[in-house]
């Protein structure tokens, strides 16, 4: 009776098995959706004005991390290290490290181009000299809001590889002559290279 009894509970499994085998649609399953990912490293030029001083001239690196969540809209994470030697004459060296991130628009893609605006937001440290009269100088840093408007285009150039062309408008904060913190508007250009890690995927 036993045996009889294992038998049976085997064949049932293996028929409920088969049935619900036979119980799905023929064809080919339903692509599943997901954020397409992307990094990015390149260089990147900063013209940081400074009143009644002129204007700096800094180079350093960008890195950044890109999230494509639909056909039009994505996310990017964005940090930058700009350095200027001797500023001003002064002998100190100025920096601006920036950590942001906000919504990318993708308005016109074309084939293996595609132009993108974007709107970030973050913080920005700000290392800077100030020529006060003969060799003397204020320099100081400061850590404040910063945000970053602007655009570009990216283009395939092999595979999961593209280029990255950008510039906006950055704002940021510098101490002056008299140690008083202030807001700047600083222009940055960047050329990057994009490594694709997973196109979007589509239904």
């Known amino acids: 009776m036993r ?12 028929g409920t098995t088969a049935l619900a085998q036979s119980g799905f ?12 990912f992307a990094v990015s490293a390149g260089y990147t030029y900063l013209a940081m004005p400074i009143p009644t001083a002129g204007s700096v001239n800094l ?5 950044a991390g890109h ?3 639909a056909s039009r809209w994505g996310v990017t994470l964005d940090s930058s290290y700009v350095r200027a030697s001797n500023a001003f004459g002064t002998g100190h060296n100025s920096y601006v490290l920036t950590a ?7 308005p016109i ?19 800077s000299a100030v020529p006060v009269s003969g060799t003397q100088y204020v320099g100081g840093w400061v850590a404040r809001f910063s945000d970053a408007v602007g655009g570009g285009l990216e283009r395939s150039i092999s595979g ?10 950055l ?31 589509r239904n």
């Open 109 to 127: 893609e074309r084939r293996n181009t595609r132009l993108f605006v974007h709107a970030l937001v973050g913080a920005g440290l700000v290392d």
């Open 100 to 106: 942001l991130a906000g919504p990318v628009f993708y």
């Open 3 to 14: 045996k009889v009894t294992k038998i049976f509970v085997v064949v049932f499994a293996l």
């Open 171 to 201: 704002r940021t904060s510098f101490v002056d002559s008299d140690s008083i913190a202030h807001n700047q508007n600083n222009f940055r250009a960047t050329v990057s290279f994009l490594l694709h890690i997973r196109d979007r995927q």
């Open 59 to 63: 180079y350093g690196l960008d890195v």
């Open 25 to 36: 649609p023929a064809g080919s399953p339903t692509a599943a959706t997901g954020p397409g």
């Open 67 to 69: 999230i494509d969540v």
């Open 160 to 169: 999961p590889f593209a280029v990255r062309v950008s510039g906006d408008y």
